[in-house]
């Protein structure tokens, strides 16, 4: 199964992030699961809680603690090197801020660019769980 977790105050990228994940997602036998966050503090909570997610697609300007201090949560107080943080935003001035938190890629929040991204996120992370599947099978 892959997790995907989306944290973003803007109802119009979420919405079309979920779309784009499910109907990408159609094209492959596993199963997905997306959980919506409004908040970088609800995300943060619920990972603290023990919940993991294969990508993360975080917004930067979001309301109390931007998504920039919540990856560094992620990275530096949970020490999560595997969760797949991607970042989106409307403007692209962040980039250079973000080198810190690691993240898989930045996004700035235009359809034909997050649809590209999702796509490709999805056949590299069903491509990794296939050959993790085959490698364990072969043991």
Known sequence: MLRFAICDDESIIYVQLEKMIERISQNYSKKIEIEVFFSGEKLYQFMCEGACFDIVFLDI???????IDIGKKIRDEM?????????????????????DVRPLNFLIKYEEQLLLLVNLLIDVEYIYINKEVLTSSIH
């Open 61 to 67: 300007e979001l309301p109390q603690i931007n998504g």
């Open 79 to 99: 020490h999560d090197e595997i969760t797949k943080i991607v970042y989106i935003s409307g403007k692209d001035s962040y980039a250079m801020d973000l080198f």
